[in-house]
T-cell receptor, first 114, second 115 residues
């Protein structure tokens, strides 16, 4: 079946440090890949997505590249800010029985200190 | 636009009680979803609705029922609450008919505690 594996958290960084959150997936067919972010007390919101192999999604300084050969979609940011502290979810979307099903990873909490 | 709204924000129930979680979206989206979020497990799909008048089971439907009242509203009902249903519940919507590239938009969540 389809599944997503994310690195365990929390990830603790100082402001302006480089961020990598690893995500690998297992899927049949050609899924779309997403990163969603959940800020404290809020629902999830889309951060970025990629819909085919070698696509790069980017938003707010975050980037992730869809790597089919390594089945990975790692999230990176060159210089994190305190305001980036949140929980980050990697997800894949695969069509089963003709309808999108989002499969989420367990989430990685990022804590950024000044 | 308010986006996706959910009520209530927080609820405490006793085992065996019933309740309905309400969700509404004002984006004219066709598809709506209910998820639960548990520690260490990410989000899991309970039910979804591809269009007004249709609903289908997701990964963890047992103990729940849903109603797609109209295009805007999608409610989740717990007929007889159990402690295992203690969780945070999120409603989401997407524009189309559930295509693989669609973005889902989430509400702020309902935190439910079943004693």
């Amino acid at each position: 079946g389809n599944s997503v594996t994310q690195m365990e958290g929390p990830v603790t960084l100082s402001e302006e440090a480089f961020l990598t959150i690893n995500c690998t997936y297992t899927a049949t067919g050609y899924p779309s890949l997403f990163w969603y972010v959940q800020y404290p007390g809020e629902g999830l919101q889309l951060l970025l997505k990629a819909t085919k192999a070698d696509d790069k999604g980017s938003n707010k300084g975050f980037e992730a590249t869809y790597r089919k050969e390594t089945t990975s979609f790692h999230l990176e940011k060159g210089s994190v800010q305190v305001s980036d502290s949140a929980v980050y979810f990697c997800a894949l979307s695969a069509v089963n029985t003709g309808f999108q099903k989002l499969v989420f990873g367990t989430g990685t909490r990022l804590l950024v200190s000044p | 636009n308010a986006g996706v709204t959910q009520t209530p924000k927080f609820q405490v129930l006793k085992t065996g009680q019933s309740m309905t979680l309400q969700c509404a979206q004002d984006m004219n989206h066709n598809s709506m979803y209910w998820y639960r979020q548990d520690p260490g497990m990410g989000l899991r799909l309970i039910y979804y609705s591809a269009s007004e008048g249709t609903t289908d089971k997701g990964e963890v439907p047992n103990g729940y029922n849903v109603s797609r009242l109209n295009k805007r509203e999608f409610s989740l009902r717990l007929e007889s609450a159990a402690p295992s249903q203690t969780s945070v519940y999120f409603c989401a919507s997407s524009m189309g008919q559930g295509g693989v590239q669609e973005t889902q938009y989430f509400g702020p969540g309902t935190r439910l505690l079943v004693l």
